[in-house]
């Protein structure tokens, strides 16, 4: 229709003239408009969902609705084992790791690929993909650092975008009960408090990578022997205020988006079909809102499991795949469970950025692996011993240095099981096998003798293996210095036997520390080990597994170019006579287990339906159970010495849920990092009376300077779990805050009230 101009148009100006010769040039643009609407309004509203400034729940919910049936059950549930197992089909998309979930590319929900990842990524070297060996996670709790937590965490999220992964297997929380468990440097040590904020650090360092984080075992995979089968016992205050306060603790700050329920029973049901510790307590009291993926074959049932919350099978689908359809179609599942269980999963998705930052492929930066690792393994290491100040060792002594034991010329150990990573250019001490080979110790090439040779270039260093002690004894008695390396190489699958260090290795030390008075032991072990040469040596330093920065860390700390910061997580016992169960309950010289059955060479078995009854430790865990059975150990939980001198002052505290504030001063020479510890043991109305850490601070202090420290108590440390009322109970009445540099190194300490 045309539209009469009734007036004459006042005549254009130049300017204007442009304009609408501009206008009518843009005579399409209406067109363009309108097929960009059409377009925009038949794509929206068919995947809301992939809108990326909706709120992570509701796009869940939006992709949930546009779900078939078929299409839930694909996504709560594995393909099958996989690369795991050798000769099994391996489904399109799968990118090498331990897990694969299919997903929907009708709706744009990615596959999930899921790698172990707990010190590093694993299976690497079957793609020619680099993958950085950080420190042990028992190490990394070593630092008590939480930014070291949050690096470790990014480096692996970082690497495993880099790979193609976009979920992540680890955040070992499980608490350290049982020192010989064979994973326990995959977890982080006896505290609650200390490892439910490392391994939440952890977790926020994987996630900050739009990678899915986990943590595991939940819970109470306490120890290996028979873990397929042991049935744990335990009160539910006890198990609320140790084990599970660390899981908590560490949903609280890290946020996973995934959980994976263990191998075990507790109190009878399994890990993986228990409504309390996965209904009540994780999802409700906790608020986690991720999904509960079971254990490699972790997963018993269908209804029960279900039902008591767990949202994915893995690694295959022989409880979730057709049973579970089957089970919602009779209604013993309700098709509600079911868009549960599916809605948690595209949650995690949603949230961790997995839909809308898919990993992108690219060569793994070793370099920065390095540093980072290596930045952590130097808060980690602990000096134990220094007698007569033996450490740090002199640059310029031109004498004999023994190097003795443990690879310590081709490189450091590193942990096994499903926590290990593939050493570049294979096994340092075996660099045929290609990749790491399941029960077989794997070196990587960071090798401390290398390292040690540049610190002292004047110096003559001599090797030995330590196979013949006597060689040893005849290399030590001739040098000035003996660095005597010990390991104790643990795994997934295996406890050990005791708390000795394995292969005649206490003999090794007692050899050397025979003839020579200036013996260093290093030790690098999963856990604790008991060193009943401790007496005779001049030095013991706890390296962990230092990862592939061990060598020069180690270097850096023993030459002084770092100064030890590093603090026990964990109480080091004197003799195995002194931990709740003198022996691993269940371990027989036939008893254990291969780790997965993918990988079992029937040598072992695992004992029949065991238990093991936590009760007798209760809430006392580690250095708690040291303090109330009266028994000294051998090297107290938070203790740790520095090259320098640090002096405490000034303790003050109104009330105990307030903050506690001191003064520490480096009264040395060198520069350091001190890590203060904070205490509190409860009124004796709590029925606990030990003490417990609330707090602490990694201060940073030059030679002569003094800081103020202040450091609030976490309110649920200072608090006792009431069953009755299913809930966390301030006690009035007097508190004892104590203040120190480890659990049995107080310095300072102050009574306050709470009315
Ligand atoms: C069994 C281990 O217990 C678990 O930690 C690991 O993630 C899976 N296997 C997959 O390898």
Redesign the pocket.
């Known amino acids: 229709m045309y539209i009469t101009q009734e007036t004459e148009p006042a005549p254009l100006s130049p300017r204007h003239f442009h304009w609408r010769r501009s206008w009518e040039r843009l005579y399409w643009l209406p067109g363009l408009l309108l097929f960009a609407a059409t377009v925009h309004a038949q794509q929206r509203p068919a995947q809301p969902w992939m809108d990326p400034a909706l709120p992570a729940e509701q796009r869940a919910h939006l992709a949930l609705q546009a779900m078939t049936l078929d299409e839930k059950l694909q996504l709560v549930h594995g393909t099958g084992w996989g690369v795991?197992r050798d000769g099994d089909p391996i489904a399109p998309g799968h990118n090498g790791g331990?897990?694969f979930v299919q997903g929907i590319p009708r709706l744009h929900i990615p596959d999930i690929n899921l790698a172990?990842s707990?010190v590093g990524i694993?299976m690497a070297a079957r793609e020619s993909r680099y993958a950085t060996l950080l420190p042990s996670v028992l190490g990394l709790s070593a630092t008590w650092d939480p930014d070291a937590a949050y690096l470790y965490g990014s480096v692996i999220g970082r690497e495993l975008r880099d790979q193609g992964y976009n979920m992540s297997?680890g955040g070992g929380a499980d608490l350290m009960r049982e020192p010989r468990n064979g994973r326990n440097f995959e977890y982080a040590g006896e505290d609650p408090l200390l490892a439910g904020t490392e391994v939440g650090n952890l977790i926020r360092g994987v996630q900050s990578n739009q990678i899915i984080g986990d943590v595991?075992?939940y819970a109470f995979n306490d120890q290996e022997t028979g873990r397929n089968t042991i049935n744990v016992l335990l009160n539910q205050r006890a198990m609320r205020e140790t084990d599970l306060l660390a899981f908590q603790i560490a949903v609280e700050i890290g946020h996973p988006l995934a959980a994976?329920c263990s191998?075990n029973r507790i109190n009878g049901d399994y890990a993986c079909e228990n409504s309390y510790t996965l209904k009540d307590v994780l999802k409700h009291d906790f608020g986690f809102k991720g999904f509960v993926l079971s254990?490699?074959e972790g997963t018993h049932s269908t209804t029960k499991a279900a039902l008591a919350g767990l949202d994915m099978e893995?690694?295959g689908s022989d409880f979730f795949g057709k049973p579970l359809m089957q089970a919602v179609e009779n209604g013993s599942v309700p098709p509600s469970r079911l868009d549960d269980m599916a809605e948690r999963v595209l949650y995690s998705l949603f949230a961790s950025g997995a839909v809308d930052h898919p990993p992108m492929r690219r060569v793994v930066n070793p370099f920065l692996g390095l540093k980072d690792a290596q930045h952590i393994a130097e808060e980690s290491i602990v000096l134990l011993q220094n007698e007569k100040q033996v450490l740090p060792l002199n640059k310029n002594q031109n004498g004999i240095i023994a190097i003795i034991g443990s690879h310590a010329d081709v490189g450091v150990l590193s942990g096994g099981?499903?926590?290990q990573v593939d050493a570049p250019g294979g096994n340092a001490i075996d660099a045929r096998e290609g990749a790491a080979v399941w029960g077989k110790p794997v070196y990587f090439p960071s090798a401390p003798l290398q390292f040690i040779r540049e610190k002292a270039p004047h110096a003559n260093l001599q090797f030995e293996s330590g196979d013949n002690l006597q060689a040893a004894a005849t290399l030590a008695a001739k040098a000035d210095v003996a660095i005597v390396f010990v390991h104790q190489w643990m795994t997934?699958g295996q406890d050990a036997p005791s708390l000795s260090l394995p292969e005649n290795q206490d003999g090794l030390v007692e050899a050397v520390a025979n003839v020579s008075k200036k013996t260093i032991v290093v030790l690098e072990t999963g856990g604790p080990v008991s060193m009943p040469w401790s007496p005779r040596v001049a030095a013991i330093l706890e390296t962990w597994y230092p990862g592939i920065g061990g060598g020069e860390a180690i270097a850096n700390i023993l030459f002084g170019d770092v100064n030890p910061s590093g603090k026990l997580p964990a109480t080091f016992a004197r003799q195995d006579a002194d931990l709740p169960y003198p022996h691993v309950p269940g371990l027989t010289e036939a008893t254990g287990n291969n780790?997965?059955n993918a990988h079992a060479d029937g040598t072992k078995a695992e004992p029949e339906a065991a238990t093991v009854d936590y009760n007798l430790q209760g809430v006392k865990v580690g250095y708690k159970w040291f303090q109330t059975e009266h028994k000294q150990p051998l090297f107290a939980f938070g203790h740790g010495l520095s090259y320098t001198n640090f002096t405490y002052s000034d303790l003050q505290c109104g009330s105990p849920s307030q903050a506690v504030t001191f003064k520490i001063q480096n009264t040395g020479q060198l520069a350091g990092e001190e890590v203060a510890q904070v205490y509190a043991t409860l009124p004796a109305s709590s029925g606990e009376l030990f003490r417990r850490l609330v707090g602490w601070k990694r201060v940073a202090l030059a030679p002569g300077e003094t800081k103020m420290v202040t450091i609030t108590p976490n309110p649920a440390l200072l608090s006792v779990f009431d069953v009755k009322s299913d809930s966390w109970k301030l006690e009035p009445g007097v508190y004892r805050i104590e203040v120190g540099a480890a659990s049995d190194d107080l310095k300072l300490n102050v009574a306050a009230a709470l009315p």
């Open positions: 795991l331990a897990g172990d707990a694993r297997i595991k075992h994976m191998y254990d490699w893995q690694p099981g499903s926590a997934e780790g997965m």
